[in-house]
Each structure stands twice: as structure tokens, then as C-alpha cells.
């Protein structure tokens, strides 16, 4: 089956500064790749997608990037900001509808 | 407004007991879906279900067992509760072409 693999772990960043997450997965079928945002106590939140017929996709401060090749994907975030603190997660899908396998989580503090 | 219902939503049992976590949908998905967070490993497929007929093992489904009533209902169930199996759980609905997950509240289970 599906595996992904996600780092960092933990990110620590400063109010401005830009936040990198990055996923690898295994099944070169996978074809859809989600971020799922989860602030403290509460559920995941799709926040943005990314199909593999797609090198790139932005919505206002957050992108993410795919490398079918090298079967990785990445969720940059620009001038973060307190509201950013949260846990990101990555995953992958053969197909919309499908179900996800998900990466193990990126814990995101924005300092002030 | 549509949407995803766990109940209930923090529970402590006894090792050996038996527990059904339940879920329900207003969003008209057929598709649903228990996860299991624990921290640092992410969300884990627990069982999924694609209709009423239809049920599928995930990841970890040793120890769990689930039960589909209806389009809107799918419940989880351990049969004779684990101290390892303290953790969240989420259930989560997707539509066939819709490729958003939908996730319910949480139930935060502790087994003790």
C-alpha cells in the first residue's frame, strides 16, 4: 500500500518568515495530494490540493509543489503569521473520492 | 449546516470492555471513513466504507470492527479495549467525485 513520509516533525518559525513542509510517497499511482490543517483541539481542515497533471498550485500565502519524478510534494507558506500555528498534514490518493494515506504530521509554531 | 458527528466525544473505559464510537453525516456522501491520531504518526486508516454493502479493512484494523446502518451512519467498535488503543479517533466523509474529506469533531478515547 501507500506510504508517506513527512518532515519535518516540528518547525518553528518567526512571524514573517516562510514555513516548508515536505512529503515523499511511494506508490507512483497516487495522483491527488492534499494538505490538512489542524489547529489545537479541533479537526482537519482541507487547506489546499494538488493533482499530479499539476507541477504547481497557490492560493494567496500558501503553495504547494509536486515532483512526480522524484514522488515528493511541498507546502510552502509565506509571511507567516500566530493563526499558521497548527499541525500540518500531507497525503495521497489514487483517486478522487479515494481514500488518503496520510503523512505523520508537521507541528508549526509561529512565534511573534 | 451539513455535517459530521461523532459521539461520544471523550470517553475513559476499562481494558476489556467493549466500546462503540459512532458517526453520523448530513452531508449526503456515501463514502466514510474511521482514522485513527496518534502524535507523530498521523492519521491512520482504521476501516472504510464506500456504501451501505461495502466495508474495507485499512492500515490497522486488528482489534476494530465497524458497522454501516445507513448512507449516514457508520460505527466503530472495540470489541474488548487495549491500553493501546488510547487515542483519537476521527471518522471522516468523502463524496465519489468530491475530493475533499469532511471530519467529524473527534472522540478522544482513553483505555485504562
Known amino acids: 500500500g501507500e506510504n508517506v513520509e513527512q518532515h519535518p516533525s516540528t518547525l518553528s518559525v518567526q512571524e514573517g518568515d516562510s514555513a516548508v513542509i515536505k512529503c515523499t510517497y511511494s506508490d507512483s499511482a497516487s495522483n491527488y495530494f492534499p494538505w490538512y490543517k489542524q489547529e489545537l483541539g479541533k479537526r482537519p481542515q482541507l487547506i489546499i490540493d494538488i493533482r499530479s497533471n499539476v507541477g504547481e498550485k497557490k492560493d494567496q500565502r500558501i503553495a504547494v509543489t509536486l515532483n512526480k519524478t522524484a514522488k515528493h510534494f511541498s507546502l510552502h507558506i509565506t509571511e507567516t503569521q500566530p493563526e499558521d500555528s497548527a499541525v500540518y498534514f500531507c497525503?495521497?490518493?489514487?483517486?478522487?473520492?479515494?481514500?488518503?494515506?496520510f503523512g505523520g504530521g508537521t507541528r508549526v509554531l509561529v512565534k511573534p | 449546516d451539513a455535517d459530521v458527528t461523532q459521539t461520544p466525544r471523550n470517553r475513559i473505559t476499562k481494558t476489556g470492555k467493549r466500546i462503540m464510537l459512532e458517526c453520523s453525516q448530513t452531508?449526503?456522501?456515501?463514502?466514510m471513513y474511521w482514522y485513527r491520531q496518534d502524535p507523530g504518526l498521523g492519521l491512520r486508516l482504521i476501516y472504510y466504507s464506500f456504501d451501505v454493502k461495502d466495508i474495507n479493512k485499512g492500515e490497522i484494523s486488528d482489534g476494530y470492527s465497524v458497522s454501516r446502518q445507513a448512507q449516514a451512519k457508520f460505527s466503530l467498535s472495540l470489541e474488548s479495549a487495549i491500553p493501546n488503543q488510547t487515542a483519537l479517533y476521527f471518522c471522516a466523509t468523502m463524496g465519489q467525485t468530491n475530493t475533499e474529506a469532511f471530519f467529524g469533531q473527534g472522540t478522544r478515547l482513553t483505555v485504562v
Open positions: 452531508k449526503g456522501h456515501d463514502r
Open positions: 497525503a495521497a490518493s489514487m483517486a478522487a473520492g479515494n481514500k488518503l494515506t
